[in-house]
Nanobody, 112 residues
Framework: QVQFVESGGGLVHAGGSLRLSCAVS????????MAWYRQAPGKQRELVAS???????NYADSVKGRCTISRDNAQKTVYLQMNRLKPEDTAVYYC??????WGHGTQVTVSS
């Protein structure tokens, strides 16, 4: 059974930074692609960033240049560093493993 512990969300002013973490247990973490998704109120869940087992990354256009996804296979953890945050980044952020398994989400709120 795959389990996630997500942390790092919170309330921040526009222009600020947050670092999300997602620790995974119950899986061979290193062989799977990981991703962060987000869902704002009234909107569909959308991909923010992904990282393959080999470290290749992909970003949504809306966060390119402001966010960095990374992973530590020894710690079975994936990170999302978010800088220059905007009010439109406000959402629940979800960790995803191999496009199948989901964390419970962590709230990010950016005030203007």
């Amino acid at each position: 059974q795959v389990q996630f512990v997500e942390s790092g969300g919170g309330l921040v002013h526009a222009g600020g930074s947050l670092r999300l973490s997602c620790a995974v247990s119950g899986s061979i973490f290193s062989i799977y692609a990981m991703a962060w998704y987000r869902q704002a109120p009234g909107k569909q869940r959308e991909l923010v960033a992904s990282i393959t087992s080999g470290g290749r990354t992909n970003y949504a256009d809306s966060v390119k240049g402001r966010c960095t996804i990374s992973r530590d296979n020894a710690q079975k953890t994936v990170y999302l560093q978010m800088n220059r945050l905007k009010p439109e980044d406000t959402a629940v952020y979800y960790c995803n493993l191999d496009s199948h398994f989901w964390g419970h989400g962590t709230q990010v709120t950016v005030s203007s």
